[in-house]
Nanobody
Framework: QVQLVESGGGLVQPGGSLRLSCAAS????????KGWYRQAPGKERELVAI??????NYADSVKGRFSVRIVNAKNTMYLQMNSLKPEDTAVYYC?????????WGQGTQVTVSS
């Protein structure tokens, strides 16, 4: 019903920037919420940012550094990541909640290292 394709991950130095994208297709006419999660090695998956209606909530660890942008014409959600830190290293996943059901992207690796 809903397919999510992520891209944009890679290797970046501390202090650098990276932009992730999540392209959605299928039956996405009734979206309850959408956002980004991440999972670092040996850690639980955690919320990065989530958008519902006109507001976006960010995890304290990324506030002021990460931002979400929605481009409706492309059915794409972006995560702009600035001032990256080594602790941001993780697999990042996008999620759409459509008609109360959660759909996940395949994940994209972000590595922050010197």
């Amino acid at each position: 019903q809903v397919q999510l394709v992520e891209s944009g991950g890679g290797l970046v130095q501390p202090g650098g920037s990276l932009r992730l994208s999540c392209a959605a297709s299928g039956s996405i006419s009734s979206i309850n919420a959408k956002g980004w999660y991440r999972q670092a090695p040996g850690k639980e998956r955690e919320l990065v940012a989530i958008t519902a209606g006109v507001i976006t909530n960010y995890a304290d660890s990324v506030k002021g550094r990460f931002s979400v942008r929605i481009v409706n014409a492309k059915n794409t959600m972006y995560l702009q990541m600035n001032s990256l830190k080594p602790e941001d290293t993780a697999v990042y996943y996008c999620k759409y909640v459509v008609r109360g059901y959660s759909y996940w992207g395949q994940g994209t690796q972000v590595t922050v290292s010197s």
